[in-house]
């Protein structure tokens, strides 16, 4: 069994920055690929970003160029880095992982996830 963290979440103005970060426990051998993923009220969860343990990733057209996905491996965790954040951005934030050294973008795909981490931008 693997488990997920994540923290970091919060308020911030549009504009502003925020670092998520998902820490892994449990059997993290079993992990290859991790995700972000956000949902908003009403609305579907999607990919934010993804990385697999090589270092390949997968970013959202949305935030290309705003947020920066990371892991350090031997710290089994995972980071979102968030900047330019705009009101659209304001969803709850999930943490995923797969065995899959895929950085898909289908949640599906991923079959550990974590509790969630509430993002909000005010205007």
């Known amino acids: 069994q693997v488990q997920l963290v994540e923290s970091g979440g919060g308020l911030v103005q549009a504009g502003g920055s925020l670092r998520l970060s998902c820490a892994a426990s449990g059997r993290t051998s079993s992990i290859n690929a991790m995700g972000w993923f956000r949902q908003a009220p009403g609305q579907e969860r999607e990919l934010v970003a993804a990385?697999?343990?090589?270092?390949?990733?997968n970013y959202a057209d949305s935030v290309k160029g705003r947020f920066t996905i990371s892991r350090d491996n031997a710290k089994n965790t995972m980071y979102l880095q968030m900047n330019s954040l705009q009101p659209e951005d304001t969803a709850v934030y999930y943490c995923?992982?797969?065995?899959?050294?895929?950085?898909?973008?289908?949640?599906?795909?991923?079959?550990?996830w974590g509790q969630g981490a509430q993002v909000t931008v005010s205007s």
């Open positions: 990385i697999n343990s090589g270092g390949s990733t």
């Open positions: 995923a992982a797969r065995s899959g050294g895929y950085p898909s973008a289908t949640p599906r795909n991923y079959n550990t």
